[in-house]
């Protein structure tokens, strides 16, 4: 079985029911536009309560050609009845990130419980956490 890839249809597969979640990330200083971009495809949804929005920032590494830390910014959405997906995704990326930092490569768990946050089926998450 082919995995189903989410990219660029969160929103449509949300709408239908078929997707819990959705996790983007972006450079405040590179991707501005691409972040604006979808906070305002997601907008009129999240104004009308079909979807949760929760945003927050981290600074990252140093980065020189800025001269200051990268501001990374994270968009989740939730269907109502799935928010308790949010604290979740944030606790499993900030440990991914952790491990990242200590050095750890890729975490086949980590990626597992991504997919399953994310809305993916157990073969589409084990397809993808195994690099298939």
């Avoid at 949010?86 to 597992?112: F, K, Q």
Wanted: proline letters at 5%; aromatic letters at 8%; a negative charge.
């Amino acid at each position: 079985m082919e995995a189903m890839n989410h990219t660029g249809r969160e929103l449509e597969l949300m709408l239908e029911g078929k997707k819990p979640l959705a996790w983007f990330t972006f450079s405040e200083d590179y991707d501005a536009e691409l972040l604006r971009e979808h906070q305002r495809t997601f907008e009129p949804h999240v104004r009308v309560g079909r979807i949760v929005e929760c945003c927050y920032v981290e600074e990252v590494a140093f980065d020189p050609r800025i001269g200051r830390q990268l501001r990374m910014r994270t968009l989740l959405y939730a269907l109502p009845g799935e928010e308790w997906r949010i604290p979740a995704m944030r606790l499993v990326l900030a440990t991914n990130s952790s491990l990242t930092r200590s050095g750890l490569g890729p975490n086949e768990a980590i990626d597992r419980i991504i997919g399953a946050l994310l809305g993916y089926s157990d073969a589409e998450t084990k397809a993808y956490a195994s690099g298939s």
